[in-house]
């Protein structure tokens, strides 16, 4: 009986290390991909007559609506 609950913690434990080191490679995979993509200042976007703005706030709409009275 202790043999099987030590193979079951073993098999438990190995499982979640592969599983985080998944986790570690996905998230590596998109920073790298997303490098020059993501921009942090509305100013160093390039102009466009459409575009696509995720994860939008109040304070994001405010910006985009500041931005456009300037031009």
């Known amino acids: ?13 190995v499982v979640m290390i592969v599983c985080l080191a998944l986790m570690l490679i996905c998230n590596q995979i998109v920073v790298n991909n997303a490098e020059g993509k993501v921009f942090s200042d509305i100013d160093s976007i390039k102009y466009n007559k459409v ?18 009275q300037k031009i």
């Open 1 to 13: 009986m202790r043999k099987v609950i030590k193979i079951c913690l073993w098999t438990i434990a």
């Open 51 to 68: 575009g696509l703005l995720l994860g939008t706030t109040p304070q994001a709409f405010w910006l985009l609506k500041k931005r456009r």
